[in-house]
């Protein structure tokens, strides 16, 4: 099992940039953050949770269609962070922002039912 702390979240005008971090600790199944999947989903009200990025053991990375080149999922294993940089932000953007664990990593795109660990969200808003 993992424990997983969101921090970053705010408001910025359209254009403007956040950095998103995951604090990650590793517990019974999971010895080792290094050796979990890790990803970033979001959500916007009425809509459904979606796959944002992922990074996998080797640090290998995916994102969905709409934030590629913007956004940049990494990770410290030393700190146990996940990152997300969020660059060029866009009303579209403004979500609640969840960061999830699974082990192993599955085909793009990820699905909630996936992971077994999540954090409680941090709010993005991006204003016109």
């Known amino acids: 099992q993992v424990q997983l702390v969101e921090s970053g979240g705010g408001s910025v005008q359209t254009g403007g940039s956040l950095k998103l971090s995951c604090a990650a600790s590793?517990?019974?199944?999971?010895?080792?953050?290094?050796?979990?999947?890790m990803a970033w989903f979001r959500q916007a009200p009425g809509e459904e949770r979606e796959g944002v990025a992922t990074?996998?053991?080797?640090?290998?990375?995916n994102y969905a269609d709409s934030v590629k080149g913007r956004f940049t999922i990494s990770k410290d294993n030393a700190k146990k962070t996940v990152y997300l940089q969020m660059n060029s932000l866009k009303p579209e953007d403004t979500a609640m922002y969840y960061c999830?664990?699974?082990?192993?990593?599955?085909?793009?795109?990820?699905?909630?039912?996936?992971?077994?660990?999540w954090g409680q969200g941090t709010q993005v808003t991006v204003s016109s």
């Open positions: 590793a517990y019974g199944y999971s010895q080792y953050i290094s050796t979990i999947c």
């Open positions: 999830a664990a699974d082990d192993p990593c599955h085909r793009w795109p990820p699905r909630k039912s996936q992971f077994g660990s």
């Open positions: 990074i996998d053991s080797y640090g290998n990375t």
